[in-house]
């Protein structure tokens, strides 16, 4: 299974951009689909989860509001759509595969997530 996230850039605060992580090798219908974020100096961190049915999400109270994750199971694609982007949103972005199959809940935590992209960067200018 390969992940390829793509999407990143430099922007201006206050700017969108719109990240998209292709899956090759694998299906994702089955598996909840997350998006973490790691900035310069600073541990890997959670920011957005959508269930299989791609029904329920969860996002990380630094990004609720203002980013938005959904997925085409049938493209076998998920997308995170960033708005009102800030300076402290700079960071490489990873898109990552649960590890359970029809899983019981969203997961926060990285060592849930089997499969990683190789991430994109992300700059939001000030």
């Known amino acids: 299974v390969q992940l390829q996230a793509s999407g990143g850039g430099l922007v201006q605060a206050g700017g969108s951009l719109r990240l998209s992580c292709g899956v090759s090798g694998g299906s994702i219908e089955s598996r909840h689909m997350g998006w973490f974020r790691q900035a310069p100096g600073k541990e890997r961190e959670f920011v957005a989860a959508?269930?299989?049915?791609?029904?329920?999400?969860k996002y990380s109270n630094s990004v609720k509001g203002r980013f938005t994750v959904s997925r085409d199971n049938g493209k076998n694609t998920v997308d995170l759509q960033m708005n009102s982007l800030k300076p402290e949103d700079t960071a490489v972005y990873y898109c990552?595969?649960?590890?359970?199959?029809?899983?019981?809940?969203?997961?926060?935590?990285?060592?849930?997530?089997?499969?990683w992209g190789q991430g994109t960067l992300v700059t939001v200018s000030s």
């Open positions: 990552a595969r649960d590890r359970s199959r029809y899983g019981a809940g969203l997961s926060v935590r990285s060592l849930d997530y089997d499969y």
């Open positions: 959508i269930r299989w049915t791609g029904t329920t999400t």
